[in-house]
């Protein structure tokens, strides 16, 4: 909830102060690579955003806990930001919720074949082609990869996860049998 506070803040600031400076473009300051993801230049960019930050939370909390977030969203922004950085400013807070978005997709992939995830993945289908031909003004690619980059890291923290846990439930027995 924190977040959407700081996206209404900074929204309410863009319409007083041109903040366009603080967008991710070619030839970006370090900080750029976050400070964009706060910046809405509209008022429906920032209600959307929003509400797929709030639908998606709870859900990555509850699958993940606080720390594989934490760890994972920043990355996959941060990267996703410096790998395809264009030459247009890119604004706004969709590659926190593609973040969410791939999170959410490598937990489900355990599970492929309940009705719930099959039309989870059909709409992600849809944002990712809207995403992609909807619109010439969209730096798509920060999208997908923010997406692929938070899947991939979700999926290293679920292998790391289960390693750790079979080691402690493996000395648990060890220690059980003696």
């Not at 849809?126 to 730096?139: A, R």
């Not at 692929?148 to 390693?163: K, P």
Request: glycine content about 4%.
């Amino acid at each position: 909830m924190i977040l959407v506070f700081i996206f209404i803040l900074f929204y309410s600031l863009s319409r007083y102060y041109d903040l366009s400076d603080y967008g991710l473009s070619s030839g970006f300051r370090y900080w750029q690579l976050i400070a964009y993801n706060f910046i809405h230049l509209t008022f429906m960019h920032m209600f959307f955003n929003s509400i797929g930050y709030l639908i998606y939370k709870p859900v990555i909390a509850e699958y993940y806990g606080r720390k594989a977030p934490i760890i994972v969203i920043p990355i996959s922004v941060i990267l996703s930001s410096a790998i395809f950085c264009s030459e247009k400013p890119t604004f706004g807070a969709s590659t926190i919720i593609f973040s969410m978005i791939g999170m959410y997709l490598s937990k489900i992939w355990q599970d492929r074949h309940s009705k719930r995830q099959k039309y989870t993945i059909m709409l992600l289908i849809m944002l990712i082609m809207q995403s992609i031909f909807g619109y010439n003004v969209i730096n798509w690619q920060i999208h997908i990869s923010a997406l692929a980059i938070s899947f991939i890291l979700s999926r290293l923290c679920a292998t790391f996860t289960m390693i750790s846990r079979s080691k402690i439930s493996w000395k648990k027995t060890e220690k059980d049998t003696k």
